[in-house]
């Protein structure tokens, strides 16, 4: 860490004080607009909505209805929360402002968390959605698929040099990797999340099928 910090070209110390400055003026600027908040909405009856929501439709069993109404569900929670009321304006130790402040990230969370879910379609671990289960047969062994690869990459792979389905399988499964074995990257642009995808590196450990029994 030493020899790394050493050899950077410039230091803390080389950055313009506005830039603290500014930061610092942001974020002042920020609660004395959430003290400011005098709506009819208790934020802390926000957050409980916001959290039956996603436990009840973005939780690791999916569905894109229903997360289509979650989605709507957090959109009208983000509408109303414009509407809250904080609750003690006090400087002393005071929680409320930046609860608020913090269930304004949890919205814009919760709306990445569900957009992301919507747009993957597929059905591995925590993205585990019924409509789009590969249906692994149930005598798979993980292993097989390792087998697969070495013999598809030396020539043709038939049939009868596997269980009856597996092959079938593991030609889904490969196909779902490559459309779906990627980072979802969110980023916030024009007030909604922006999600775009970016290759997960499988140099060092291949992928393989799991086992949910």
């Not at 208790?42 to 436990?55: A, Q, R, S, T, V």
């Not at 671990?125 to 409509?131: E, Q, T």
């Not at 889904?172 to 980072?183: D, G, I, P, Y």
């Amino acid at each position: 860490v030493m020899n790394y910090m050493d050899s950077l070209e410039k230091s803390v110390d080389d950055i313009s004080s506005t830039i603290f400055d500014d930061a610092r003026s942001h974020w002042d600027n920020r609660f004395i607009e959430i003290k400011k908040m005098d709506g009819s909405e208790n934020p802390y009856k926000l957050h409980h909505e916001l959290g039956d929501i996603m436990l009840a439709k973005v939780l690791i069993v999916r569905d894109n209805k229903s997360l289509e109404k979650a989605a709507h569900s957090i959109n009208d929670i983000e509408t109303r929360f414009k509407n809250v009321k904080c609750l003690d304006t006090t400087d002393w130790a005071n929680p409320s402002p930046s609860f608020i402040n913090q269930l304004y990230c949890m919205i814009q969370l919760s709306k990445i968390i569900t957009k992301g879910a919507l747009m993957r379609d597929e059905f591995r671990g925590s993205h585990y959605k019924p409509d789009f289960d590969l249906n692994q047969p149930k005598d798979f062994d993980p292993h097989e698929y390792i087998d697969y690869l070495e013999q598809k990459q030396y020539g043709e792979v038939t049939e009868e040099k596997f269980p009856s389905g597996h092959l079938d399988y593991m030609k889904r499964f490969q196909e779902n990797n490559e459309k779906w074995l990627k980072t979802t990257v969110a980023q916030y642009k024009n007030n909604q999340p922006e999600i775009t995808y970016e290759e997960v590196n499988t140099s060092l450990v291949t992928p393989r099928p799991r086992k949910y029994d």
